[in-house]
């Protein structure tokens, strides 16, 4: 209904933003009255759709960085496919994730060489990543863009660069890997073809050393298997139906704990027993041992096991001296945990890793960040911190060979102090 007054007169009353018309000496009253100020609801309309678009547009930008990452995990997943071709597919891949994809460029620069694809060009306007191996820089991975672009927010995303820092970092672990898997191989190769025979007869020659007889060593070493490096060897808690004996290979022994959290506390080495612990007042593994290096093992049932050193004295006597040496070990790293500081912790261990384990200055990359971590009993940022504290220092050097003990009598005194 359209209500029109002419020549009427009007009131506001502004108590109750209400307007009333006096007509014929009558005064009707007409309803509240509801203002609007149509130029703010513009200005909200406006800011709404200007934060839909940004929120769209940045839920796109996110796509293709998950695309990235997912192509890039696609690419390196087999570690027998040559550098040249996985830096020639990351090259292809990475420009699709930018902001720009038409005007972006990627390249890679690894030891003396640069990688790039067609219609590259270098300019001011790039990111870049450190390609970092076993903590030494061995390339760069860059993006540029090939021609000026102006934007008031920035030409570069920060996800950008957190992406361009993750890709170097799967691509320095893949060249590691790659490194680790070659110089395994070459070994492998230089092996002579009766090095399982040769194992055998080092193997053999030991047991009878311990007074086994022939037909002994013969039952002893009937079950033999080999482990990949990563491999579990036994589980903690599981059912323990042999005595292990290793062969060839190192391997970490391991107390497992809740959330992933344990404590690496010794190093199994070739001629080491695994299982003893189990032999008597339980059925299961008490810890877990996994191949740090691939390992060759022999499965020894535990029934006979003990019906053999029950008449061999010379056995006896050797187990009971491996059994001691194994929990002064144990009491060393208890000690060293409860009572050492952090760069004490990792002091102790190098000692232990150069001292019993490799019998020399250099500690082979075998043995990574995280293991001499779980052997300090800290996490692998605060290990990786100290060690590099320790390089900076002069007192220690990392490369891909391992780690090399400058000076071991400095490394020796900073574990005493704590």
């Not at 359209?2 to 020549?7: A, G, M, P, S």
């Not at 678009?53 to 997943?77: F, H, P």
């Not at 060489?113 to 270098?122: D, P, V």
């Not at 490194?179 to 092996?191: G, I, M, P």
């Amino acid at each position: 209904m359209q209500l029109i007054f002419v020549n009427c007169p009007i009131a506001f009353c502004h108590k109750y933003h209400s307007m009333h018309v006096i007509l014929n000496n009558k005064t009707l009253f007409l309803c509240p009255l509801t203002f609007y100020n149509s130029g703010a609801d513009m200005t909200t309309q406006s800011g709404n759709e200007d934060r839909v678009t940004y929120l769209v547009e940045s839920l796109a930008e996110r796509r293709k960085e998950l695309n990235c990452i997912y192509q890039v995990n696609d690419i390196l997943r087999d570690s027998s496919t040559p550098l040249d071709t996985i830096f020639r597919s990351i090259l292809e891949v990475i420009p699709t994730a930018w902001r720009y994809v038409d005007i972006c460029r990627a390249a890679i620069i690894f030891g003396e060489e640069e990688h790039t694809i067609t219609a590259f060009k270098k300019t001011r306007i790039k990111q870049s990543a450190a390609i970092v191996v076993d903590d030494v820089k061995v390339g760069e991975l860059l993006v540029y863009y090939i021609r000026p672009v102006t934007n008031d927010k920035g030409i570069f995303l920060p996800e950008e660069q957190k992406l361009l820092n993750t890709i170097a970092e799967k691509l320095s672990d893949f060249i590691l890997l790659k490194r680790l898997k070659e110089a395994f191989n070459q070994q492998q190769s230089e092996s002579s073809a009766g090095r399982v025979n040769d194992l055998r007869l080092t193997v053999d020659d030991w047991l009878l050393n311990l007074g086994l007889l022939p037909e002994e060593v013969a039952r002893v070493t009937k079950v033999k298997i080999d482990f990949r490096r990563g491999e579990t060897i036994c589980k903690q808690g599981a059912m323990n139906a042999y005595v292990m004996l290793v062969a060839e290979g190192l391997a970490k022994a391991y107390l497992e704990g809740y959330q992933e959290k344990g404590l690496n506390f010794k190093i199994i080495q070739p001629f080491d027993f695994v299982g003893l612990t189990s032999l008597y007042g339980t059925d299961g593994y008490r810890f877990s041992v996994s191949a740090l290096t691939p390992c060759t093992i022999y499965l020894i049932d535990r029934e006979e096991f003990l019906s053999i050193a029950a008449q061999n004295s010379k056995l006896n006597s050797y187990l009971m001296g491996f059994y001691c040496g194994f929990a002064g070990h144990l009491y060393s790293r208890l000690h060293c945990i409860a009572n050492k500081q952090a760069p004490g912790r990792v002091a102790d261990v190098l000692l232990y890793l150069s001292d019993e384990v490799f019998h020399g200055k250099r500690i082979s990359p075998v043995i990574s960040r995280k293991d001499i971590a779980e052997l300090a009993g800290m996490s692998t940022e605060s290990a990786v911190r100290i060690l590099s504290e320790l390089k900076n220092d002069g007192i220690i050097s990392t490369g891909k060979e391992g780690i090399e003990l400058l000076k071991p009598d400095l490394i020796r005194t900073i574990s005493m102090a704590g």
